[in-house]
């Protein structure tokens, strides 16, 4: 079993929608959760970051964190087609600044 | 804030060949990660710098890659000699602590 499971897609939704995207992870010592987005042929994009448990919201996005239940999400409100790329979850236990990784989940919003 | 710079940006090579890629972090970032990624899958960790020191090279494949930081900023990575399945994008990132790291936009090899 992998410590961090994503499912890869692709998720295809129409272009306004609220898309959701999520990881589920084993270790509990993770303390540190990053969404990266990476558009083809580019390199990741750092685009949150969640220190614990609970909820941090930048404009569209919001991420989420229930260290309870081992679970990440990332939401996008009223989804963009420059939204379309692969979102990655990535955590880390903090202590030598690892990051573990999920594989990507491919999103794609229809115009 | 320039960002990690990375180079070549492609490099296509023969097999047995040797081939090197140089990344220069963004500055006063003390952590230097290398990553394989192949097409549909997440990044994979070759090895992490601290300053100039190791602090993880376990998935390195040592008989033929190798790495160096020198003087604890620019890094370069080498693989000799490269093989078919060393083809994917090779992606240098940097952090100044525990809240991400900021990548490059990588180095696309091919080998022939």
């Known amino acids: 079993q992998k410590e961090v499971e994503q499912d890869p897609g692709p998720l295809s939704v129409p272009e306004g929608a609220i898309v959701s995207l999520n990881c589920t992870y084993s270790?509990?010592?993770?303390?540190?959760f990053m969404w990266y987005r990476q558009y083809s042929r580019k390199g990741p994009e750092l685009l949150m970051y969640?220190?614990s448990s609970g909820n941090k919201e930048d404009g569209r996005f919001t991420a989420q964190v229930d260290k309870s239940s081992k679970y990440i999400s990332l939401f996008i409100r009223d989804s963009q087609p420059s939204d379309s790329a692969t979102y990655l979850c990535?955590?880390?236990?903090?202590?030598?600044?690892?990051?573990?990784w999920g594989a990507g989940t491919k999103l794609i919003i229809k115009p | 804030e320039a960002g990690v710079a990375q180079s070549p940006r492609y490099k296509i090579i023969e097999k047995r060949q040797s081939v090197a890629f140089w990344c220069n972090p963004i500055?006063?970032?003390?952590?230097l990660y290398w990553y394989q990624q192949i097409l549909g899958q997440g990044p994979k960790l070759l090895i992490q710098?601290?300053?100039?020191?190791?602090?993880?090279d376990s998935q390195l494949p040592k008989d033929r890659f190798s790495a160096e930081r020198l003087k604890g900023v620019d890094s370069t990575l080498k693989i000799q000699p490269a093989k078919l399945e060393d083809s994917a994008v090779y992606l240098c990132?940097?952090?100044?602590?525990?809240?991400?790291?900021?990548f490059g936009q990588g180095t696309r090899l091919t080998v022939v």
């Open positions: 990132a940097s952090s100044l602590d525990r809240r991400g790291a900021f």
């Open positions: 500055s006063g970032h003390a952590t």
């Open positions: 710098f601290q300053n100039n020191g190791v602090v993880d």
């Open positions: 270790n509990s010592a993770f303390q540190y």
């Open positions: 969640t220190y």
């Open positions: 990535a955590m880390s236990a903090g202590s030598n600044y690892q990051l573990i």
